[in-house]
């Protein structure tokens, strides 16, 4: 008998957890360039919401580049427009570094898709322990910044939002 309460106990709890809003640890999404040529009239958004107790926490953002060894440059110029719940867009202007001061790429071995490949992964932080202090729906979205237009050999572009602690 008592293992059937249980049993319905640990159901009920079950069925009421499914029920709560689902609290972000860790958002991260990838988009393809089309043809591999970053156009700036290709801005990817990315959509991160935020339940209002997801605020008590600091985040660690970054965006993720892939792009093939042919990549002409040593980096990216970024415009990154952060739009708050309710707020109106920030746009800033962020240099995403790809190669150390030697001309290596950045990426780790790990992050290198096959060596034949010669394609690269990267995670570029572009702020550590942000305060995103409203519940919401926050917009993020990447334009490429640089001369050239379109930019060759970048494969895919991202956002991560990862959860770095309480503030």
């Not at 990838?30 to 700036?40: K, L, R, T």
């Not at 801005?43 to 926490?57: C, G, I, N, R, S």
């Not at 290596?104 to 322990?129: E, F």
Request: aromatic share 10%.
């Amino acid at each position: 008998m008592n293992k059937t309460y249980l049993a319905l106990f640990v159901a009920g709890l079950c069925a009421m957890a499914a029920c709560q809003p689902m609290k972000m640890d860790t958002y991260e999404k990838n988009v393809d360039v089309p043809n591999h040529q970053w156009s700036a009239d290709f801005k990817p958004e990315f959509q991160v919401t935020l339940q209002p107790e997801d605020t008590a926490y600091l985040y660690n953002l970054y965006v993720n580049v892939r792009h093939r060894d042919a990549y002409p440059y040593s980096n990216i110029w970024v415009i990154i427009t952060t739009q708050f719940p309710g707020a109106q867009p920030i746009a800033q202007r962020v240099e995403l570094p790809l190669e150390d001061v030697s001309g290596k790429w950045t990426a780790t071995p790990a992050g290198m898709m096959n060596a034949a490949d010669d394609i690269y992964d990267h995670r570029i932080p572009i702020q550590l322990r942000a305060i995103l202090n409203r519940p919401g729906t926050y917009k993020i979205s990447i334009e490429q910044n640089m001369r050239q237009n379109p930019l060759p050999d970048i494969m895919n572009i991202g956002l991560r939002v990862e959860k770095a602690g309480h503030r």
